[in-house]
């Protein structure tokens, strides 16, 4: 089975791959390009199954955020606050579990 290709290093060390080949003279130290791009890009393609879960919790928290104010609209003047609020919480992250799993195809 053949390695995943990451790119090599995000950030090389000056004198650490010197070999005419482009190989590292030691195991990589820090991040991956793969790695890196997946943190900015916000994919949850890094490799490394925290970090993924990292970035889908963030994607997820994001789209709540953005989906209060629309919940909030809908919600009745005379409902009580805690109320309200609790289904704002349980709406918004419901309508972002939607989004994402519709991006991830499922």
């Known amino acids: 089975m053949s390695e995943r290709n990451d790119g090599g290093s995000a950030f090389p060390v000056p004198g650490l791959s010197d070999l ?10 820090g991040m991956s390009l793969r790695q890196y791009a997946a943190i900015k890009l916000r994919v949850p393609d890094s490799g490394i199954d925290w970090l993924d879960d990292m970035i889908r919790q ?17 919600i009745p003047e ?16 419901e309508m972002a579990d939607a989004m994402l799993a519709a991006r991830e195809g499922s």
């Open 20 to 29: 005419p080949n482009g190989q590292f003279l030691h195991p990589m130290v």
């Open 58 to 74: 963030s994607l997820r928290d994001e789209a709540a955020a953005k989906a209060m104010p629309v919940v909030w609209r809908e």
């Open 78 to 93: 005379d409902t009580n606050r805690e109320t309200a609020l609790r289904a704002l919480g349980l709406c918004t992250y």
